[in-house]
């Protein structure tokens, strides 16, 4: 494993939900840091600089919205995607959540290859903006020089790159190789041994999310964000993001980014 690995930190206070998530990441994230409650993991966020944080909503003493809340409060941890996990699948629970500054939502009992696909994303966005802040600060060049980086993780890293670029083409796995100049076959194989998924699966991941980010970030209409993320029209795009975020890009840009009650009011 690379040594620039993305660092996990789980909030849980269910050991059978820690033991499950624990034993699927470990392979692939083997910074992979536990706390069994709320206090405990705002301060395991403070110290352990995660890249991810997977935090479950309902715990008692404080509970994940709240504890998300002061994360996003915190300038220094503000920027950490924060995936939520719950048993239930409420439309109340998922605008509460995205609301509180939550990344992404995830339904017990999970599948490996969901989490995977959640963490693959948000890490990578993350580091990405990690790195380019750490280049801004070195204006010097001084301190050590880091160790090489795995050829697998550099092409994975080149790819995303790419995919994130070209969205709006909607690359297959032969022009993304091509462009690439590597054989199909092994770019596969270095997405499943980076990121437990193949190129199709990060893509489709990959497109969602930076639609909910043009959706809350941008004035962006709907059709205009479907052809952004490769989709020909806005219902294609309606009908993935609402199976992916179980809501349509119209009700969480006005719920969760606008706030509105749906009586005509905004939160404030």
């Not at 494993?1 to 499950?20: F, Q, T, V």
Request: include cysteine.
């Amino acid at each position: 494993m690379s040594p620039d690995s993305p660092r996990i930190l789980i909030i849980d206070d269910e050991p059978e939900s820690i033991r499950l998530l624990v034993a699927f990441l470990r392979d692939l994230y083997p910074n992979v840091m536990v706390a069994r409650d709320g206090f405990d993991g705002l301060e395991k966020a403070a110290k352990g600089e995660p890249d991810v944080i997977l935090l479950d909503l309902s715990m008692p003493l404080l509970g994940g919205i709240d504890v998300c809340q002061r994360l996003k409060a915190d300038p220094k941890m503000a920027r950490i995607p924060v995936i939520f996990l719950t048993a239930h699948s409420f439309i109340e629970e998922k605008l509460a959540a995205f609301a509180a500054g939550g990344a992404d939502y995830v339904t017990k009992p999970f599948s490996d290859r969901e989490v995977l696909a959640r963490i693959a994303v948000h890490a990578r966005a993350n580091q990405r903006s990690g790195d380019h802040e750490a280049a801004d600060g070195d204006t010097h060049g001084a301190g050590p020089v880091p160790p090489p980086r795995h050829p697998d993780r550099v092409l994975v890293g080149k790819a995303c790159e790419y995919l994130r670029a070209n969205l709006s083409a909607e690359l297959s796995l032969a022009e993304l190789a091509a462009s690439l100049k590597v054989a199909q076959p092994r770019l596969n194989s270095a997405f499943r041994k980076q990121l437990g998924l193949s190129v199709f699966d990060y893509s489709i991941e990959l497109r969602m999310e930076t639609a909910r980010q043009l959706l809350r970030d941008t004035e962006m209409q709907v059709q205009q964000i479907a052809w952004r993320v490769g989709y020909a029209n806005p219902g294609d795009l309606s009908r993935a993001f609402s199976l992916r975020f179980g809501m349509s890009p119209r009700r969480f840009r006005s719920e969760v980014v606008l706030g509105d009650h749906g009586d005509g009011t905004r939160a404030t």
